[in-house]
């Protein structure tokens, strides 16, 4: 059974800080790189940040500097740390492979976030 589970969300002001977690159990073998996404109302979901094998992160231009990815191989689990964050950020965070089509429509529940003062 396919487990991907998000953690850490919550309401958040601006400027503020919020980590996510997600427990993705062999889902994503140690090999395989693993990203954060996030789907905001009303809109496709779009990726974020993605750490490659050997801890290189690759983020979108709009979170970098604010975000930091990372992985704990010997968890199963990776972790997005969000900095000053802004209400655009708002949305509900899904790991997963990367890129997305690697998934094969395989998701998890998914974890919201929402910034506001």
């Known amino acids: 059974q396919v487990e991907l589970v998000e953690s850490g969300g919550g309401l958040v002001q601006p400027g503020g800080s919020l980590r996510l977690s997600c427990a993705y159990s062999?889902?994503?073998?140690?090999?395989?790189?693993v990203a954060w996404y996030r789907q905001a109302p009303g809109k496709q979901r779009e990726w974020v940040a993605v750490?490659?094998?050997?801890?290189?992160?690759k983020y979108k231009d709009t979170v970098e500097g604010r975000f930091t990815i990372s992985r704990d191989l010997a968890k199963n689990t990776t972790y997005l740390q969000i900095d000053s964050p802004k209400p655009e950020d708002t949305g509900v965070y899904y790991c997963?492979?990367?890129?997305?089509?690697?998934?094969?429509?395989?998701w998890g529940q998914g974890t919201q976030v929402t910034v506001s003062s």
């Open positions: 997963n492979k990367w890129p997305s089509l690697a998934a094969r429509g395989i």
């Open positions: 750490i490659y094998p050997g801890n290189i992160p």
């Open positions: 062999d889902f994503v073998p140690s090999h395989h790189a």
